[in-house]
């Protein structure tokens, strides 16, 4: 007992638990990941950007407050761009849009 104790305080124990990589194994990683080579992904137009290019965009007016509202609502109205009363905002038409426009159609007006 008295012995572990002594090589609890030198450290002995905690360099014995502690096990680090070996060198040619790290090398050989190093080496497979530097040949690897990837090629840029294609660059792809979002749907977001197509329909406004497009002019197809909605503008929203928010006409009543999210207080006393359920937590999902608000957040539908602050992904939509609209936190006072009031306000307008354009967006694109896309069918994620519409569909957080029909969650919230009782606290917005559409203006097209």
Not at 59 to 69: E, F, N
Not at 81 to 95: F, M, Q
Request: aromatic share 0%; hydrophobic share 35%.
């Amino acid at each position: 007992m008295a012995e572990k104790k002594d090589k609890a305080a030198t450290g002995e124990l905690k360099a014995k638990a502690v096990k680090k990589p070996s060198a040619p194994k790290a090398e050989a990683k190093a080496d497979q990941v530097a040949k690897k080579e990837v090629a840029p992904a294609p660059k792809q137009e979002k749907k977001g950007e197509t329909a406004a290019a497009s002019g197809k965009t909605i503008t929203l007016m928010q006409t009543a407050s999210p207080i006393g509202r359920q937590e999902y609502q608000r957040a539908t109205l602050i992904g939509l761009g609209l936190n006072k009363i009031r306000r307008t905002r354009t967006v694109v038409d896309t069918p994620s849009v519409r569909g957080m426009i029909e969650k919230v159609k009782h606290l917005i007006k559409v203006i097209e």
